[in-house]
């Protein structure tokens, strides 16, 4: 089945659609993206995903982007012609240099360009094991850039050690995973990292939060050190399209003696029934 695709106004397969070589995008992962995971062709939580991109836009003064009934004229394009379970995909950079103008990183006057895409959820694993790992990005996490590159080194050197996950820490305070946001027991009481710039504002972190309060459990967002996650009874990530994933081994040490612990199995199958439910 072809991936259907959006770009620049014109609906059209994935196949066969190119980035011009001079797009900021492609020179200088000059953009942002986002991701709607989309269950029995219902997006999750749209309206949460399309605030994060326009505030992502705003804040690195991308100008002239679809505005919002725009973007859900295009989720909802792609969803009917995607397949039932699917995540969207937007992405917008700073659009191309025009011809003959001087190659220069600075704004540029013309249209941005805007892409979209639905593809297949991928298959996830019931849980996962993680590495830990210095986090060397950049300052300004909370913006959904493209710029990914310490994400793609990070989750490379997670894979190579069998891992599904690397666990991001500045010295010794947990930020979030490559790709997720973490959560974690510690002394029964489920912690995790509060909002601030370094860790992206996760649409699934704050579902899960929402879940929890209206389920009655407590949490405490604040600062968590890796001492801390190292000897916490249950941890797990939480992602778009990972939901709520359980950690059973952090960097080959057991957690919760390599099972899903309660409170994770709780989580979850609240989130999933969030999901499942028309
Ligand atoms: C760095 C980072 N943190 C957190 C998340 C989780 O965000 P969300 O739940 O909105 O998918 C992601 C998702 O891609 C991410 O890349």
Redesign the pocket.
């Known amino acids: 089945m072809s991936i259907p695709a959006y770009y620049n106004g014109e609906y059209r397969p994935l196949e066969g659609l190119m980035v011009p070589i001079m797009d900021h995008g492609f020179l200088f992962a000059d953009g942002v993206y986002e991701?709607i995971p989309v269950y029995r062709k219902r997006p999750r939580c749209l309206d949460d995903?399309l605030e994060?991109l326009k505030n992502s836009l705003a804040a690195i003064h991308i100008e002239g982007a679809p505005e919002e009934p725009v973007w859900r004229e295009i989720c909802a394009r792609l969803i009917e012609q995607g397949p039932d379970e699917c995540f969207v995909y937007f992405q917008v950079t700073r659009g191309v240099i025009p011809e003959g103008a001087p190659f220069r990183k600075q704004f540029l006057d013309g249209p941005p360009t805007v892409f979209a895409m639905a593809q297949p959820l991928p298959k996830r694993p019931d849980s996962i094991h993680a590495i830990t790992r210095e986090d060397e990005r950049w300052g300004r996490?909370h913006i959904?850039s493209i710029m990914l590159l310490e994400?793609v080194l990070a989750t490379q050197a997670a894979v190579d050690q069998r891992a599904g996950e690397a666990i991001l820490h500045r010295g010794n305070e947990v930020t979030?995973?490559?790709?997720?946001?973490v959560f974690a027991v510690i002394d029964g009481r489920v912690r995790t990292p509060m909002l601030s710039l370094r860790?992206?504002?996760?649409?699934?972190?704050k579902l899960v939060l929402r879940l929890m309060r209206e389920n009655g459990m407590e949490y405490q967002e604040g600062r968590l050190s890796v001492n801390e996650l190292r000897r916490a009874e249950e941890i797990w990530v939480?992602?778009?399209?990972r939901g709520v994933m359980p950690i059973v081994e952090l960097d080959g040490v057991p957690v919760s003696n390599r099972t899903i612990g309660p409170v994770a199995q709780r989580v979850r199958g609240w989130y999933r029934e969030y999901c499942s439910t028309p």
């Open positions: 991701l995903h994060r996490c959904k994400t979030e995973g490559a790709t997720s946001n860790i992206l504002p996760g649409v699934t972190r939480t992602g778009s399209t």
